[in-house]
């Protein structure tokens, strides 16, 4: 069973930047769809950024819309990791970042946190204003 481990996070002012980054442990296929979904206190866990790979191909890159601009995910040289740059953060950012994985996605159900079978423990993000 694929194991998805995670490394980064803290507590910045805003303005700052960090990086997440996370690792499939078991990862042997040749396309994944793996991204960051996060959770603040008292609401839903929703998604922040996904990138599907097929092989070295990008098969499907999304971000919600209250990062674009400011985060960017990203392969790592192994192809079951992922790095999620965060810059111009803000106090809204601050919540528990979750790395999620499946084999597949598509435009229609990458938002879906059902839709992913593999999680990671979950690393906190804190933004001071």
């Known amino acids: 069973q694929a194991q998805l481990v995670e490394s980064g996070g803290g507590s910045v002012q805003a303005g700052g930047s960090l990086e997440l980054s996370c690792t499939s442990t078991?990862?042997?296929?040749?396309?994944?769809?793996m991204g960051w979904f996060r959770q603040a206190p008292g609401k839903e866990r929703e998604p922040v950024a996904l990138?599907?790979?097929?092989?070295?191909?990008?098969?499907?890159?999304r971000y919600a819309d209250e990062v674009k601009g400011r985060f960017t995910i990203s392969q790592g040289n192994a192809k079951g990791t992922r790095y999620l740059q965060m810059n111009a953060l803000k106090p809204e950012d601050t919540a528990m970042y979750y790395c999620?994985?499946?084999?597949?996605?598509?435009?229609?159900?990458?938002?879906?946190?059902?839709?992913?079978?593999?999680w990671g423990q979950g690393t906190q993000v804190t933004v001071s204003s």
């Open positions: 999620a994985a499946n084999l597949y996605c598509g435009t229609s159900n990458w938002r879906l946190p059902t839709l992913y079978t593999h």
């Open positions: 078991t990862y042997t296929d040749n396309r994944i769809c």
């Open positions: 990138l599907y790979t097929v092989g070295d191909a990008t098969a499907l890159l």
